[in-house]
């Protein structure tokens, strides 16, 4: 999991402003999502309140493995941001591993750089439960575009 994000990549407070702009968007909203870059390496996707929408069906008190998937979008389509805040970016291919029931009232993803080249970005990401424990694992492809993104500056 070694971090390729090169030296002259964007600021903490590039990436700061980056994550309040998304998490303003609706979708992020809707979803109840929110981004932040602990670091310049790691992108984490927030979900401080799990919802009864946001759990499995059938009555399990899990959270659904659809919702799982798109938080692992979200966390590795933002990491092209590590490299260039300004730039569209999107999820190009995810492989995601269930490895057991995200219980409890708050999800946490974290995602890095794998390694980069000019415009793909192989990246990883973990999805820890309430108590911290690693439930899910994925493996991602992002696109980083040339045109600029509508929130950047």
Known sequence: MADSTPPSGPTLE????????????????????????????RVEVLLDSVQPEHRGGLGTSAVNGGVLAAIFDLAIGCTPALIDPTRRSATMHLSMNFERPVLGDSVRAEAWIDSAGSSTIFAGAQIYDAQGQVCARCQGVAKIARIPWAGGT
């Open 14 to 41: 590039q990436l700061t402003e980056y994550a309040a702009l998304f998490t303003r968007t609706v979708t992020l909203k809707h979803y109840g999502l929110r981004i932040n870059f602990p670091s310049v390496e």
